[in-house]
């Protein structure tokens, strides 16, 4: 239970199937059309002297051999950074910037994540459970899906001999 609440975003595998490496693996399980991950977002105005702070859900669950993962995204004002705290369940942490730098950090309870001003970031439920963590960054940084939406990260996270694996995404171009 979350208090307050605040406004719920849901993202279903329909919603960002594309973004998946396994594309025959996607379309099979449109037809249950999972639930990938909530947001729930307290909602504050949109500029730099708030800050803007969410607690996301994201589902344990594979697309073929990668792992359920939000979109991810760069701040629309990319130097703003980014703080994650992990509740519950066990994911990653995959950073990268524009530059091709790319970076992922293990979350378990208790983790604090430091996002950097430039690095777009996303997570992913590495377990068998729900990995629930709270973000907080400036109210004005704003999402920017763009790039990340077609091509993805550097590398994908995916199920290789019982754990994670980070392996180049060819759709990756610098
Ligand atoms: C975290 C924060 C939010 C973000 C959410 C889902 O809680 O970074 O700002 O919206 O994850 O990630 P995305 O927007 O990339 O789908
Ligand atoms: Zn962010």
Known sequence: ALNPQGKLVVRKLSDMREMYQDQDAAQ????????VYEVYNVVVPENEEHIQHCTTILYPGKVGQ??????????EIINRAEIYFCLKGRGLLVMQTKEGDFSTLEMVPGTIAYV?????????NTGDE?????AAYPGDAGHDYGGIETEGFVKVIVEEAGRYAAIDNPKYVK
């Not at 099979?28 to 639930?35: G, K, V």
């Not at 950097?116 to 992913?124: E, F, K, L, M, Q």
Request: net charge neutral; no cysteine.
């Open 28 to 35: 099979a399980m449109l037809a249950d059309n999972p639930l």
């Open 130 to 134: 729900p990995f629930v963590f709270f």
């Open 116 to 124: 950097p001003p430039y690095w777009a970031h996303r997570s992913v």
């Open 66 to 75: 990668e792992y359920f993962m939000t979109k991810g995204h760069y701040h």
